[in-house]
Every structure is written in C-alpha cells, then in structure tokens.
C-alpha cells in the first residue's frame, strides 16, 4: 500500500491591497489641510467680531440733558473714552484685529506653499493665541465691571446707574460685549485645536 503524502504546503499567498498606503497618506494630507483651513477661517471671525466690537465701543457716545435742579439742566456726555476700563478694551481688541490679520496671512501661506500647517509656526501660534487670549479675557472682565455698574449702580459706593437716562450708550455696551465673546470664544477654539494637534503628533 503507498504511502499517503500528508505534507501540506501552507504557503498561502496574500494579497495586500496596493492602494492601502497611498490612501492612508492622501487622507492624512487632506486632514492636515482641513485643519489650516479651519485655522484661518477661526482667525478671521476673531478678527471680524473683534472689529465690530470696537466699532460699536467708539460709537457709543450719547449726550443728554440732565436736570440738577427744578429748572435748570446741564447737557452731559458719556463716551468710551470717559473710562480707562473702555480705552484698555479698545486697545486690546485693536491689538487681536492686527494679531488675527497678521497670523491669518501666515497661516494661508503656509497652507499652500507647504500643503498644510508647519509645527514650529503652530507651536508659535499656540503660545501666542494663548497670550491674546488672557489678554482679551481681562480687557472683557474690565469692560464687564464698569458696564455693570452703569447697570445698577453701586449703592455702596453712592454711585448710582447711568442706564436709565442713556439707553443707546447702554445697547451699545451690550452689543459690543457680544462681539468680544464671539471673538474669545473663537479665539479660545484656535488654542484648543492647537493643543489638539499636538496631542495627536506625540
């Protein structure tokens, strides 16, 4: 009786697919490049509301007739310029209209001279975002408090509200406050997605 050959060849061939590294490099590219076009698009909100709230703050100014006695009323102006806390906020969003300017520029260059964004200019970007950020954080808290007590006053301090008899001074600090944490908050995305890319690069 013959012998039954057992021997199995397990040399099984496997196909890769040739395509496979390729793909994985063009979705990487286009990631990338999604990532700069969000990054200029978030600095050009920051400039634009940045812009609009400075904008409405120096427009702001309303003159009224205030009675100081029975028969006799003295017109009385209120501007931004009246309060170091308004003159702080306009310079700091001025500064974050050029900042956004200057960085947006940067960053659509390097979108399409280099196909996407550069590490060191992103590190840079992360540090410098980060500084405008607190910066445009303390100049809204200083605009906050002194709009707030036009509000309603400080009946500690004996100073009383403004709001009563300037209305339109008063929409306009709404509004511009409005501007200014539209342009944080879109600030406060472009340090996130800093951060976020680097976690995915380490």
């Known amino acids: 009786m013959a012998p039954i050959d057992t021997a199995v060849d397990m040399e099984i061939p496997v ?28 600095r050009a909100i920051v400039f634009a509301s940045g812009l609009a709230a400075i904008i409405v703050m120096v427009t702001s100014k309303q ?7 029975p028969t006799m009323t003295i017109p009385l102006d209120a501007n931004w310029d009246q309060s170091p806390a308004y003159i ?28 996407g964004s550069s590490t060191k200019l992103q590190f840079h970007f992360a540090i410098l975002d980060s500084l405008l950020l607190a910066i ?11 709009a707030w007590i036009g509000l309603k006053g400080n009946h500690y301090s004996f100073w009383k509200e403004i709001c009563n008899a300037y209305g339109s001074f008063c929409h306009h600090l709404s509004a ?27």
């Open 63 to 69: 003159s009224k007739l205030i009675p100081i006695s």
């Open 88 to 115: 702080y906020y306009v310079a700091a969003f001025s500064v974050a209209c050029l900042y956004s300017i200057i960085t947006g520029i940067l960053s659509v260059l390097t979108l399409k001279k280099m196909g």
């Open 136 to 146: 445009l954080s303390s100049a809204l808290g200083a605009e906050l408090g002194v």
């Open 176 to 202: 511009t406050t409005t501007m200014a944490i539209i342009s944080i908050i879109a600030l406060l995305l472009l340090v996130w997605r800093s951060f976020y890319i680097f976690s995915k690069k380490f």
């Open 15 to 42: 196909k890769w697919p040739a395509q496979a590294p390729e793909y994985k490099a063009s979705n990487g590219a286009d990631g990338v490049k999604n990532h700069a076009a969000v990054d200029a698009a978030l």
